[in-house]
């Protein structure tokens, strides 16, 4: 079966700097969703990579998927109060067996 | 874009009484339903994928006469916590993806199921 592995498990950002949350997968990637998630609360689609090297952004989050598609970064610059929540990297097996996910990141920023 | 809507938001329930939870495809047809829950703190766990008209496959380790999944149209799904325990106290969220794969995976916004 495959795993999600994300690091780092959790992280403290001074407001207004740059961040990085990762994401590796144990098999190839046929698809890579990012979603954002307050806790208790639904998901929130951020992006969906498939393309080996594919890098895609929205507003300040960038985020990329590597040319061996087993490993995804998510970047955001200049972070603000309202990125703070909990990341989630969810796999695509391209199977009929929905969305593998990693553990999360729990984002937390500073004033 | 596509969406799904998913009741209730919040419920409380006494041991051993059960509970319905809905997730309905508002604009596309749900040909194919995943059911996960979520513990505090944790990820993301798939219970059970369900395809309109057919059973519901179950990962290993959930109860298929616990948690009831019914798919009869291909707008609405619903899952029943059948004799709820406090430990079935949990983040629950269904997600949707329609015919061929479109609209990709949309998830409803959850229910916080806790059994008192």
């Known amino acids: 079966s495959q795993e999600l592995e994300q690091s780092p498990q959790s992280l403290i950002v001074q407001e207004g700097k740059n961040l990085t949350i990762n994401c590796t997968s144990s098999k190839t990637l046929y698809g890579l969703y990012w979603y954002k998630q307050k806790y208790g609360e639904g998901l929130i689609f951020l992006m969906m990579l498939q393309k080996g090297g594919e890098e895609k952004s929205h507003e300040k989050i960038t985020a990329k998927l590597d040319e061996k598609k087993q490993q995804s970064s998510l970047h955001i610059t200049a972070s603000q109060p309202s990125h703070a929540g909990i990341y989630l990297c969810g796999a695509d097996s391209g199977g009929a067996d929905g969305l593998t996910f990693g553990k999360g990141t729990h984002l937390i920023i500073q004033p | 874009g596509a969406v799904v809507s998913q009741h209730p938001s919040r419920v409380i329930c006494k041991s051993g009484t059960s509970v319905k939870i809905e997730c309905r495809s508002l604009d596309f047809q749900a040909t194919t339903m995943f059911w996960y829950r979520q513990f505090p703190k944790q990820s993301l766990m798939l219970m059970a994928t369900s395809n309109e008209g057919s059973k519901a496959t179950y990962e290993q380790g959930v109860e298929k006469d616990k948690f009831l999944i019914n798919h009869a149209s291909l707008t609405l799904s619903t899952l029943t916590v059948t004799s709820a325990h406090p430990e079935d106290s949990s983040f629950y969220i269904c997600?949707?993806?329609?015919?061929?794969?479109?609209?990709?995976?949309?998830f409803g916004s959850g229910t916080r199921l806790t059994v008192v």
């Open positions: 997600s949707a993806r329609g015919r061929g794969g479109h609209y990709g995976y949309t």
